[in-house]
Nanobody
Framework: QVQLVESGGGLVQAGGSLRLSCTASGSIFSISAMGWYRQAPGKQRELVAIITSVGTTNYVDSVKGRFTISRDNAKNTVYLQMDNLKPEDTDVYYC???????????????WGQGTQVTVSS
């Protein structure tokens, strides 16, 4: 019913930048929170940044001042601008979008397919 497509990952040197995008499509009545998570092999998925429907943002301490989350409600898209990247930012990044498919249904979280971010030292 709802599909998320991510793009923008890749390989970058330490100190470089990348911009991730995640676009939702399908049976969408409304979208509330949109967020980015990351996960390394054998580790739990970690919340990196989140943005509410009114634009309130929160970040994990390790990325504050370096990453910026934003959204374009007209395009059902969330972005993650990552600057001053460090080798420890290397992970697979996943977007998560909370979608209501109709007015009488509660929101459900949907995951993107994941995109690899690799930062070389």
């Amino acid at each position: 019913q709802v599909q998320l497509v991510e793009s923008g990952g890749g390989l970058v040197q330490a100190g470089g930048s990348l911009r991730l995008s995640c676009t939702a499509s399908g049976s969408i009545f409304s979208i509330s929170a949109m967020g980015w998570y990351r996960q390394a092999p054998g580790k739990q998925r970690e919340l990196v940044a989140i943005i509410t429907s009114v634009g309130t943002t929160n970040y994990v301490d390790s990325v504050k001042g370096r990453f910026t989350i934003s959204r374009d409600n007209a395009k059902n898209t969330v972005y993650l601008q990552m600057d001053n990247l460090k080798p420890e930012d290397t992970d697979v990044y996943y977007c998560n979008v909370v979608v209501r498919t109709s007015w009488d249904r509660a929101g459900t979280g949907y995951w993107g397919q994941g995109t690899q971010v690799t930062v070389s030292s």
